[in-house]
Nanobody, 113 residues
């Protein structure tokens, strides 16, 4: 089973931006539906953004207009561009292959002044 390897994340101040990356060892993963989830301490994991195989995107209401999910098939990668970050965006973020049910290892995003 192919791996999903995440990078990006870190500590930023409110209003700043970050980009998360999720790279697969096999193109078939990122060429199909992919999602980003997040889990804050004490909360359930929630869907943040999804991109279908056809490129249709969907977002949680809490991130609409601030986050953008995209795909680069040549690099076997899916990205989550996060702008205008808020403290409530603090969480561990995970990418997921919706077709195969595989998860990335997770990456911490902390938004704090």
């Amino acid at each position: 089973q192919a791996q999903l390897v995440q990078s990006g994340g870190g500590l930023v101040q409110p209003g700043e931006s970050l980009r998360l990356s999720c790279v697969s060892t096999e193109s078939v993963y990122v060429d199909n539906a992919m999602s980003w989830y997040r889990q804050a301490p004490g909360k359930q994991r929630e869907l943040v953004a999804q991109i279908t195989g056809g490129g249709i995107t969907n977002y949680a209401d809490s991130v609409k207009g601030r986050f953008t999910i995209s795909r680069d098939s040549a690099r076997h990668a899916v990205y989550l561009q996060m702008n205008s970050l808020k403290p409530d965006d603090t969480a561990v973020y995970y990418c997921r292959s919706d077709l195969y049910g595989s998860w990335g290892q997770g990456t911490q995003v902390t938004v704090s002044s």
